[in-house]
Structure formats: C-alpha cells, structure tokens
C-alpha cells in the first residue's frame, strides 16, 4: 500500500510540474530562430571586405617566376643579392643595371663590426616577408 500511495504522488506532482511549465513557456513571447543566409552573412562582413586581400592562388608560372627571380638590395653603387646561402655583392652600371659576372661573394669572417652590421641589416631586408609572396620578387632600392 506504501507504494502503491508513493507512486501515485510521484505521478501527480510530476502531472503538476509539467502543466505549470508548459504555462509558464505558453505565456513567454516566443523568439524566432536567426537564421544566417550567404546574403546575411555577406552584409556582416561588407565593411571589413577591403582589409582582407585575396590570397594569390598556387600556379606552376608562379613557381617558375619565382624560382627564376631573385631578389635584390641596391645600395649607393652596390647591388646585394643571396644565392645558394651566400650573399653576393656586384656593382650597379651608369644605367642602373647589375653587372652579375662582377659579383663576388661576401667574407664576412674578415670584417670589422661596422661592416658585418650593415651587411647584417642587407640581409636581414633581402629575407623580409613570406616566400610565396610575389612582391619579395624584383629590385628593391633601400
């Protein structure tokens, strides 16, 4: 009898609960789901469109152009530039041309620290910037 009188109660304030929160819900204002379309989430991101630039696809003329290219600091009448992890310095013409059967590779074992800072600085510029970036291509006068 004891539990015939426990479940009976246990099922009754359950019957309670529910009819107060289904009320409770009832009376609430209900709030429509946000959905977010291509065209919605477009205008959110309209004003920031400028600021993200898009990323250069991967192309085998890029690789190519890139693996033809060097890059090059002209400094006063010198051009530097790094091939094979040596850094290579040639004279620049009246022209404003390299003269690359002039060039010579740098030995920095026998410079004073003025000369190794700047040359420091030198490579520091030519290795500026991510590698697959077009515009590390090219002369570059500092």
Do not use: C
């Not at 009754?12 to 009832?26: C, E, G, T, W």
């Not at 190794?116 to 697959?132: F, Q």
């Amino acid at each position: 009898m004891e539990y015939l009188i426990g479940s009976t109660s246990t099922i009754v304030a359950s019957l309670i609960i529910l009819f107060i929160v289904k009320r409770v819900n009832a009376s609430k204002p209900r709030v429509g789901r946000v959905f977010h379309s291509q065209s919605n989430i477009y205008e959110r991101i309209k004003p920031a469109i400028p600021y993200m630039p898009p990323k250069e696809k991967e192309s085998q003329a890029r690789n190519h152009r890139k693996s033809q290219m060097v890059r090059i600091a002209v400094i006063e009448n010198n051009a530097y530039w790094i091939s094979n992890n040596n850094v290579f310095v040639a004279p620049v013409t009246e022209e404003g041309m390299v003269d690359y059967s002039s060039g010579t590779p740098i030995d920095t074992m026998a410079m004073d620290k003025v000369e190794l800072n700047r040359i420091s600085y030198i490579v520091e510029r030519l290795t500026e910037g991510s590698d697959d970036d077009s515009s590390n291509t090219g002369n570059q006068r500092l």
